[in-house]
């Protein structure tokens, strides 16, 4: 006689279903009988696996489904409690009598012994699918970040090889008389053009840099492209109810003929609740909010929120993006200080800038920019 099989037991359930009480009275029974005689039990919800649900042809939920030993038996539907109690002592006979050589060696048995392992490795697939899928999203953001930022170091760069052009020319080509042909104030235009560029070129540089060191590592983006008319009209009509509250006057720009931007719609939505948040916190009733969207170039998105509040002095500026850090203003009011922090983790991770600009007792506009996604 061939060694027994262990018993193998799937058990499908919803979640979301209701008739939790007759689910947990099955469940239990089954713990009872583990107690009796161990077997393998691996409970599965449909909304995650639903390749399982059709590999067993699972028409309703709970259902119980016997892999080993064969044949394969599927209970499932009214009473389900009671089907389990008729089948136990008929699978203790299987368990014990064992399947005979000849059944067990048969190409259905043999697949049925396999089916633990399939579906294991089912499960693997469809990991290592999403993964795929995942990596590839991010390695297409990354592409067109890539092509983004060379684009912008072009500019500058253009601009500094025109101005030392002309520089070498003017030094090459004197007049007749002897003169330089550029005037000292053109010469000196020159030069602080090229410098001014230089500038431009060290900050996009340091940019990048920063953002690959804190924000790409801190956060893993699901990039996709992102319809931000309707994320903003969506966030705008959630603080809605807490601008009102406080009599603060809401207002939303967005142009009409806006392109997606290309990044992770919830860590955008956590950016803009972040800014309106604290833009409703520290506004006194009766002021102004408005949200505004541009399409600044061919490349990025220019978001602004700005408030009426007490504004931000020019020192604290750039501190505030800083963790932990609140200021004097912020006493009364709820907070860790680390809200204006997350917003630039999740900016710098989609290789954009967030910054503010303020007049102290006039109001302070929060800025931040996103790629624009160019299918
Ligand atoms: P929190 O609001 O939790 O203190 P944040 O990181 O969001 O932390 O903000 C840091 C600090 O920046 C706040 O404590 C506040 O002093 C200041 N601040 C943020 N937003 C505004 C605003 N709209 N107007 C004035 N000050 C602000």
């Avoid at 028409?59 to 499932?76: C, D, E, S, Y």
């Avoid at 693997?124 to 170091?153: N, P, S, T, Y």
């Avoid at 931000?228 to 705008?236: G, R």
Wanted: a negative charge.
């Amino acid at each position: 006689m061939a060694a027994p099989q262990p018993l193998q037991l799937f058990l499908f359930i919803d979640r979301l279903a209701s008739g939790r009480e007759s689910l947990k009275q099955l469940q239990t029974q089954l713990l009872h009988f583990q107690a009796e005689c161990p077997f393998d039990l691996d409970v599965i919800d449909v909304a995650e696996k639903p390749y399982l649900v059709e590999h067993f042809r699972i028409v309703a939920t709970p259902a119980l489904v016997k892999t080993q030993p064969a044949p394969r038996q599927t209970l499932a539907g009214h009473d389900l409690l009671g089907q389990l109690h008729h089948w136990w002592p008929e699978w203790q006979r299987q368990l014990q009598a064992g399947r005979p050589a000849e059944v067990i060696s048969s190409p259905l048995a043999d697949s049925l012994t396999c089916t633990t392992e399939i579906v294991r490795l089912q499960d693997q697939i469809f990991q290592l699918e999403q993964d795929k899928k995942q990596l590839q999203g991010q390695v297409r953001f990354r592409d067109q970040i890539l092509g983004m930022l060379a684009h912008d170091l072009r500019n500058p760069l253009t601009a500094i090889g025109i101005a030392l052009e002309t520089l070498e020319l003017s030094q090459e080509s004197r007049q007749e008389d002897g003169e330089p042909r550029l005037t000292p104030a053109l010469f000196q235009q020159l030069v602080f053009q090229a410098r001014r560029n230089t500038r431009v070129m060290d900050r996009l540089i340091t940019e990048l840099l920063q953002a690959s060191k804190d924000g790409v590592a801190r956060f893993v983006l699901t990039p996709a492209p992102v319809d931000l008319a309707s994320l903003v009209t969506e966030v705008v009509a959630q603080v809605q109810p807490t601008a009102a509250g406080r009599d603060l006057t809401l207002d939303l720009d967005i142009p009409k003929e806006l392109p997606p931007a290309f990044g992770d719609g919830e860590r955008i939505r956590q950016v803009l609740i972040n800014l309106l948040d604290n833009a409703c916190k520290y506004t006194p009733s009766g002021g102004r909010i408005s949200l505004s969207v541009l399409h600044r170039t061919t490349q990025k998105i220019q978001i602004t929120v700005c408030d009426t509040g007490p504004g931000i002095a020019p020192e604290n500026q750039e501190r505030i993006f800083e963790s932990k850090v609140r200021l004097d203003q912020s006493h009364g009011q709820e907070g860790y200080g680390l809200g204006l922090y997350l917003c630039r983790q999740i900016v710098q991770a989609h290789y954009g800038r967030i910054w503010v600009d303020s007049t102290p007792g006039e109001g302070s506009c929060f800025r931040f920019t996103l790629p624009v996604y160019r299918g």
